[in-house]
T-cell receptor, first 118, second 115 residues
Framework: GAVVSQHPSRVICKSGTSVKIECRSL??????MFWYRQFPKKSLMLMAT?????????EQGVEKDKFLINHASLTLSTLTVTSAHPEDSSFYIC??????????????FGDGTRLSIL | KNQVEQSPQSLIILEGKNCTLQ??????????LRWYKQDTGRGPVSLTI?????NTKSNGRYTATLDADTKQSSLHITASQLSDSASYIC??????????????FGTGTQLKVEL
């Protein structure tokens, strides 16, 4: 089945550091990729949607200069958390969707990245 | 406001027993409903997907039902196993003007299966 690989799985770094998270679709072309954030025992919250070759669309309240998204190819999207602070600590999950009818095309999720800012 | 509510919030059952998880939604216009299983520290994995015209969908020991009139869905797990311990998330897809769709996630039911 379709596989989405997310790397790294865990990051621990000092406040002020910028952190890049990669999301790769391994066996399909991901025309659209999504980035979510999940707090403990809470539901996934969509941060932004990116289509290959175009700028990402950010959800209300998400700072685009803080969370930089690049979707340069049909198999790779990156999320960079710039100048990360402790409040940015969270579980970040990407998902990807391939070509096809939108309503029936499933999103395939990565295994998430646990980001801890000290 | 588009919402997806799940119950119970958490559930503990003995191995081998059955259980049913509930999902109520107010998302409109409705496209489809999915149940996902999320193990701790992992991403969600799709279990079932149902469109408006489907009432029941099975995937092994998982059976999902959908009542589009009452906007309710359930996920029934039979003969539970220890590996079923996870968070089960109900996700409803909304049709957007212009042809896109948007997912609304429930907060999940945390299931623990014990010996």
């Amino acid at each position: 089945g379709a596989v989405v690989s997310q790397h790294p799985s865990r990051v621990i770094c000092k406040s002020g550091t910028s952190v890049k998270i990669e999301c790769r679709s391994l066996d399909f072309q991901a025309t659209t990729m999504f980035w979510y954030r999940q707090f403990p025992k809470k539901s996934l919250m969509l941060m932004a949607t990116s289509n290959e070759g175009s700028k990402a669309t950010y959800e209300q309240g998400v700072e685009k200069d803080k969370f930089l998204i690049n979707h340069a190819s049909l198999t790779l999207s990156t999320l960079t958390v710039t100048s990360a602070h402790p409040e940015d600590s969270s579980f970040y999950i990407c998902s990807a969707r391939g070509r096809g009818h939108l309503s029936n095309q499933p999103q395939h999720f990565g295994d998430g990245t646990r980001l801890s800012i000290l | 406001k588009n919402q997806v509510e799940q119950s119970p919030q958490s559930l503990i059952i003995l191995e081998g027993k059955n259980c049913t998880l509930q999902c109520n939604y107010t998302v409109s216009p409705f496209s489809n409903l999915r149940w996902y299983k999320q193990d701790t520290g992992r991403g969600p994995v799709s279990l079932t997907i149902m469109t408006f015209s489907e009432n029941t969908k099975s995937n092994g020991r998982y059976t999902a039902t959908l009542d589009a009139d009452t906007k309710q869905s359930s996920l029934h797990i039979t003969a539970s196993q220890l590996s079923d311990s996870a968070s089960y998330i109900c996700v409803v897809s909304q049709i957007l003007t212009g042809g896109g769709n948007k997912l609304t996630f429930g907060t999940g039911t945390q299931l623990k299966v014990e010996l």
